[in-house]
């Protein structure tokens, strides 16, 4: 399955997702074509039961995906759609019919209708639903429908949508408990193993472009690349680069049953903390053209500075790994450490 998942999202967003694209997306637009492509081959429900309406991928398969839409910059929310179609099939609710995303925010169940606000969704205004936790007698995920919210709209560093999503009273599309095993931070973690992904990606993309630019750019007399400062900075490149993406599969790997909150907090900090290394490499390494708007390489490198901040920044999770180290004690911190590293055999095959 993974292979396949593969294949078809790199014709896709080969094929698709250009420098201009990203562009007009930037500048306000809804990429039609590309979403097209992506609901007629089916990846956006990719990690969603069969029964339910998906296609039956694991979670360790999507990994691929949302790795590919961050080496890409895809401009629109593939990664909150497969995420959030894997979080309803977990609950055992069907999967979403068009474009998803995900929030976090301070809303109540009342009635069996919603009221709250839902800040920083990625493309709040132009998707479908928005899945949430609610509080109330017990936490319950809860997919709402966006077009019974208030939308104020707000962008990231790369000018990707983040809105503020205001609801009040509106009714659920579906809602059910939290997955056994979850707690209240299954969105912020669910979004952190994401991110975490996308920058794996985003950093295989600056590695790729540095390299070649480093092959082709001469300076007294021979390519840049040929000097050892480079050679030097392009070998952290490329460290940070496999870095990032070892931690993020780990936490795909480890979270086949609902999300793993030891692996996604390694994960989330290492990744925010390659992704800030990373971007500065790849801008020494191209100098003063790779900070125009003409030259692609800023695409890749806002992206990096702004996913590397949500769900969770690398403080926020290096902070949340260290109360977990502590509260297990002296006793308990080697078996939670081995425990989380061990991948069960099945997602391994």
């Excluded at 990994?63 to 593939?78: E, K, N, Q, W």
């Excluded at 979270?255 to 790849?282: C, D, N």
């Amino acid at each position: 399955m993974r292979e396949l998942f593969e294949e078809t999202i790199e014709r896709v967003l080969s094929d698709l997702v250009t420098p201009e694209l990203i562009a007009e997306a930037e500048r306000g637009a809804w990429p039609d074509l590309l979403w097209q492509a992506i609901i007629d081959t089916g990846l956006g429900p990719a990690a969603a039961p069969e029964a339910l309406g998906g296609v039956g991928g694991s979670w360790h398969d999507s990994f691929a995906l949302i790795r590919a839409a961050g080496r890409h910059a895809a401009p629109l929310p593939l990664a909150e759609t497969i995420a959030v179609n894997w979080l309803l099939g977990l609950a055992g609710l069907d999967a979403a019919q068009g474009a998803a995303s995900l929030g976090t925010g301070t809303g109540t169940l009342s009635n069996g209708h919603y009221s709250g606000s839902v800040a920083d969704v990625p493309w709040g205004g132009s998707v479908d639903d928005v899945l949430v936790v609610a509080s109330g007698s017990a936490p319950e995920l809860v997919l709402l429908p966006r077009a019974n919210a208030q939308v104020s709209q707000a962008w990231n560093v790369a000018r990707e949508p983040r809105d503020l999503l205001i609801f009040s009273d509106a009714a659920p599309v579906a809602r059910a408990p939290l997955p056994a095993g979850s707690s209240s931070e299954i969105i912020a973690q669910t979004g952190a193993m994401i991110r975490a992904a996308q920058i794996a990606g985003g950093l295989a993309r600056l590695l790729h472009v540095a390299t070649d630019y480093a092959n082709q750019r001469v300076q007294f007399g021979r390519p840049i690349g040929k000097f050892q400062a480079i050679q030097h900075q392009l070998a952290l490149l490329a460290e940070q680069t496999a870095l990032a993406s070892a931690a993020a599969e780990m936490a795909f790997a480890l979270s086949a049953a609902g999300p793993a909150p030891f692996a996604i907090a390694g994960a989330k900090s290492v990744a925010s903390e390659a992704a800030g290394q990373g971007a500065a490499i790849a801008h020494a390494v191209l100098g003063a053209i790779g900070f125009t708007y003409e030259h692609s390489l800023h695409f890749t490198t806002r992206r990096l500075w702004s996913w590397r901040a949500e769900f969770g920044s690398q403080t926020y999770w290096a902070q949340s790994l260290g109360q977990a180290m502590c509260g297990a004690g002296g006793t308990g911190f080697w078996p939670a450490l081995t425990g989380a590293m061990a991948i069960d055999a099945q997602e391994t095959t």
